[in-house]
């Protein structure tokens, strides 16, 4: 499995940014996919995350300010950020769980996209 994430870049303190990440390759299903982020210095952390059934689990610092969505079809994720702030700043990883086949649905791996940086000025 395959992520190519796309979006990041620079926005000013307060601006909007949308994050997408599509999926593919070799896989029966994504069960799974979300965002997570790496500032200098700092551990990986989710920021948002959603089911194939369109559950979302959100961050703290961002469940008022964003937004996931999950297109199951086109196996693609996308995370609007609104009222983005300096301590946004980080590399967003796209994260996806999948079965490879129908024999195994229950066996799920995980897959990381390569990462898109996202700065917010001040």
């Known amino acids: 499995v395959q992520l190519q994430a796309s979006g990041g870049g620079l926005v000013q303190a307060g601006g909007s940014l949308r994050l997408s990440c599509a999926a593919s390759?070799?896989?029966?299903?994504?069960?799974?996919m979300a965002w997570y982020r790496q500032a200098p210095g700092k551990e990986r952390e989710l920021v948002a995350r959603i089911e194939y059934g369109g559950t979302a689990n959100y961050a703290d610092s961002f469940k008022e300010r964003s937004a996931i969505s999950m297109d199951n079809d086109k196996n693609t994720v996308t995370l609007r950020m609104n009222s983005l702030e300096p301590d946004d700043t980080a590399v967003y990883y796209c994260?996806?769980?999948?079965?490879?086949?129908?024999?195994?649905?229950?066996?799920?791996?995980?897959?990381w996209g390569q990462g898109t940086q996202v700065t917010v000025s001040s």
């Open positions: 390759g070799n896989f029966f299903r994504i069960h799974e």
């Open positions: 994260f996806a769980r999948a079965s490879r086949s129908a024999p195994d649905f229950f066996k799920r791996q995980i897959y």
